[in-house]
């Protein structure tokens, strides 16, 4: 698994995983993956284990947490990784344990 360390903030660092590493989890284990785009959006396809939560809803975090089980990491997916990163930080400053998905569905599109 690889990682890349994004500084957002001097205090904030976030964990990424690639598409391919993904896929590689999703066959090993259930994870919670949420998807953070818009209902437009998830109807051109999806990922069939993710939860949604449209990062641009108002109350994305509460509708988010409600979903989640804080003790397990969670992986962030959107179309091409930048909103993802940014709900992460969101669910990360609530004490999540949160992974990026770098590339977003775009690239999981192109791998599979």
Do not use: H
Request: charged share 30%; aromatic share 10%.
């Amino acid at each position: 698994m690889s990682f890349f360390f994004i500084n957002c903030d001097k205090n904030q660092t976030l964990e990424t995983i690639t598409t391919a590493e993904l896929k590689t989890l999703l066959s090993k284990k259930k994870i919670q993956l949420i998807d953070v785009r818009t209902p437009q959006e998830i109807k051109e396809g999806f990922i069939a284990t993710a939860i949604f939560a449209n990062y641009f809803e108002d109350d994305f975090a509460e509708k988010a947490i409600r979903k989640l089980d804080k003790d397990k990491p969670v992986y962030l997916i959107c179309r091409s990784g930048n909103r993802s990163e940014k709900a992460a930080l969101i669910l990360k400053e609530k004490g999540y344990n949160v992974i990026n998905v770098s590339g977003g569905y775009n690239q999981w599109k192109k791998e599979n």
